[in-house]
């Protein structure tokens, strides 16, 4: 019986340590591979699964203590991607080992093992190792890889995940090639694993805190990785900071990939790239190219520990992976790189998730993955930027050291380990005493975002919330959505600026302001890390069109977008957003 595209591996058979040789014939765009492979079984098995796509396995076998086991018969299933072999008789419960070996060819497109350009390199995520390494290729199963490398002709220059251990010419009839074995990884998801190989140059390493950093590239781009090499240089022990946990994988190649599918993949110790979001010239490069390679740069290191050393359990978690590598890119390059103010480019894609996220159409942040090839097809500028822009508001609500101290807790509770969306709200939750978990859950899952409208009269301030729908003539069907809002509310009077912070929770909370004196302005999203809009009425948008330059670049822009967005949709008139744009003619 097939076993159907949604299926999922059994979790009482589990990978250990994968010990795999791959010979590739980078002519013949051909491979052979053999492994041991490995396993620890929580029940006894007659049958095991494993992900193979157009590989053919010529050997096959399981050593248990005291014997070895024939395989009786191998069934492949080309919906579920897999291989099933059952074995001559049951396999105790304990400690096996899988003795395979198999061929394969390289892939025609730019996934598996492909040729690009002068180099064959890999690209396993979502689901791809399978096409090289039968395996157990979902990202739950993390385990131990040893990869050596055979056949390879004597001038290529060969990359893995781990450092280089060995590299011995071969004798004999093979002589002229080489065989070169690389250092163990900890524990790792098999879409993590990469090899690249060809005719490729390096730029001198650079060594910081032990770890040695090179990029890579076509040789007649060698002359373009400096700028490479300086911002991993930069960035890498600022993320060793912030997640409290040393880098993990040994060393760090950057590699330039001519043909490559994604803008860059996050491979431990070994990341890929699309040419141009790699290798640049700052003497001719315009700044924004500078900030967009620095950010993807940034966002791939960050991938090391929030992705690599703590992974998801599944890929409906996906979205917080790269949600929560875009936002922490822009913080590490604004520490970096402060006169950039990459916080500034941050709110452009925000306000193009708000722009997306307003319309009848949108879907929430998270959504239900079936199968690994779901994994990629749902994700946009709602879960990137609204993904990162969530974050950034819980972080700005909570604070900065709470935040980290809950990122660095969920490091230290989960490293080398699989964790879920609500294990990192419940270690925020921890080490803030905030009900971080029902906070987050009702915007990751919960399509579109709220209006704030904020009402002000006689020392008390009154803020309601509904759905936000840029056409004008949408409205909610059935019960209106709530959302958990976490305001920071700035306001300035005669003795100066203020701030309070709370969590509106019902559709409608009036308070106090306590201000002591007459209030100038009031901003009901300090720091413009909301993701909401808000609408003011014309006196008090106009107090604060009279007080622009009190706010910061980011709030000012978060401002015209709201109103700009407000008037489109009907919700304000032009006479506001008119007097708003006429205190911004110096900007």
């Known amino acids: ?40 079984l929580g029940a006894a098995k007659k049958e095991i699964v494993l992900h193979a796509i157009d590989l053919n396995l010529e050997r096959s076998r399981a050593r248990v203590p005291g014997k070895a086991i024939r395989v009786e018969k191998s069934t492949v299933d080309a919906e579920s991607e897999t291989i ?7 396999l105790p419960k304990g400690q096996a080992v899988l003795d395979l070996a198999w061929t394969g060819k390289f892939s025609p497109g730019l996934r598996g093992l492909y040729r690009a350009g002068p180099t064959a390199v890999t690209q396993f995520e979502a689901a791809d190792a399978r096409r090289v390494f039968p395996c157990f290729d979902e990202p739950a199963f993390k385990a131990r890889w040893k990869i050596t490398l055979l056949q390879i002709p004597k001038d290529a220059v ?3 995940n781990g450092k280089i251990e060995r590299d011995e010419p071969v004798s004999g009839a093979q002589a002229g090639e080489r065989q070169i074995a690389f250092a163990e990884t900890p524990l790792l998801s098999s879409y993590l694993i990469a090899m690249c190989m060809g005719d490729l140059a390096g730029s001198d390493a650079v060594t910081v805190r032990d770890i040695p950093i090179r990029t890579w590239s076509v040789p007649q781009k060698k002359h373009l990785t400096a700028f490479a090499q300086e911002c991993a240089a930069a960035v890498l022990p600022l993320l060793e900071d912030y997640f409290g946990q040393p880098y ?53 290191l960050a991938h090391q520990w929030f992705g690599n050393l703590v992974t998801m359990v599944w890929w409906d978690d996906l979205w917080l992976n790269e949600a929560f590598a875009t936002w922490m890119a822009y913080k590490i390059v604004d520490a970096w790189k402060a006169d950039w103010r990459v916080w500034m480019d941050f709110e452009v894609g925000k306000g193009a998730a708000l722009h997306l996220d307003a319309l009848v159409s949108s879907h929430p942040i998270r959504a239900e993955i079936k199968n690994a090839q779901e994994a990629g097809e749902a ?26 101290d809950g990122i660095r807790l969920y490091m230290k509770r989960h490293k080398e380990k699989n964790a879920t969306a609500d294990d990192l709200w419940a270690a925020l939750a921890e080490s803030s005493g905030q009900p971080i978990l029902e906070l987050a859950n009702g915007w990751i899952r919960t399509t579109g975002y709220p209006l704030i409208t904020v009402r002000e009269h006689n020392g008390e301030v009154t803020f309601s919330q509904q759905r936000f729908f840029s056409d ?26 203020h701030e309070r912070r709370f969590l509106l929770a019902d559709g409608e909370h009036t308070f106090p302001l306590d201000s002591n004196g007459a209030i100038d302005f009031i901003d009901a999203n300090a720091g413009a890390r909301g993701f909401y809009r808000v609408s003011y009425d014309d006196v008090w948008l106009g107090r604060l069109a009279e007080n622009l330059a009190q706010l910061e670049p980011v709030e000012r822009m978060s401002l015209v977008s709201d109103q700009w967005a407000l008037l489109r949709a009907g919700k304000a008139e032009v006479r506001g957003f008119f007097k708003l744009v006429e205190g911004l003619k110096n900007e």
Request: hydrophobic residues 45%.
């Open 1 to 40: 019986m097939p076993l159907g595209k949604n299926f999922r591996l059994p979790l009482d058979v589990r990978p250990t340590r994968y010990d795999a040789h791959l010979a590739p014939d980078l002519k013949a765009g051909s491979f052979e591979g053999r492994m041991e492979l490995a396993l620890d």
């Open 84 to 90: 099933t072999l059952t074995f001559a008789e049951e």
């Open 158 to 160: 060969v990359i893995s």
């Open 248 to 300: 993990a994988y040994g060393k760090l190649d950057q590699i330039g990939v001519p043909d490559f599918e994604a803008g860059a993949m996050e491979n431990a110790g070994c990341i890929t790239f699309r040419e141009v979001a790699l290798l640049l010239d700052p003497k001719t490069a315009p700044l924004a190219v500078q900030k967009r390679v620095a950010e993807v740069i940034t966002h791939e």
């Open 379 to 404: 994700f946009d500028a709602i879960t990137y930027e609204k993904g990162g822009a969530i974050l950034r508001m819980i972080e700005g609500w909570l604070g900065e050291v709470a935040f980290r």
């Open 472 to 497: 004008p003539t949408a409205r909610e069907q059935g019960v209106a959505t709530r959302w958990l809002v976490p305001i920071v509310l700035r306001f300035a009077n005669r003795h100066g600026m």
